[in-house]
């Protein structure tokens, strides 16, 4: 098992920045990936991007790419999200998840995101 612990998400005005945090622990080493994705109120949740453990491999979603960076710690057992150039289309609960192989396995309990316009 893996637990995921996420933290930063707050209220911030449009055009500001954040970084979110996602804390791993349990059975880390058989985490291939972790990933940042987003619920907004009344729509399906989407992806952001993932980070692979050991290279540190980053994809994003075309739409957010430029704006969000996802990084690591040397260990690989922090993840975070970097978000600048907040709007007020971000406001969403973000969650990060964790991946063995292939699927999202693992879930945190999700952080709100607001932004003010």
């Known amino acids: 098992q893996v637990q995921l612990v996420e933290s930063g998400g707050r209220l911030v005005q449009a055009g500001g920045s954040l970084r979110l945090s996602c804390a791993a622990s349990?059975?880390?080493?058989?985490?291939?990936?972790t990933g940042w994705f987003r619920q907004a109120p009344g729509k399906e949740r989407e992806f952001i991007a993932s980070?692979?453990?050991?290279?540190?491999?980053?994809y994003y979603t075309d739409s957010l790419k430029g704006r969000f960076t996802i990084s690591r710690d040397n260990a690989g057992n922090t993840v975070y999200l970097q978000m600048t150039s907040l709007k007020s289309e971000d406001t969403a609960v973000y969650y990060c998840?964790?991946?063995?192989?292939?699927?999202?396995?693992?879930w945190g309990q999700g952080t709100q995101v607001t932004v003010s316009s």
């Open positions: 980070i692979t453990r050991i290279r540190g491999t980053t």
């Open positions: 349990g059975r880390i080493l058989s985490v291939y990936k």
């Open positions: 998840a964790a991946s063995p192989n292939s699927g999202w396995t693992y």
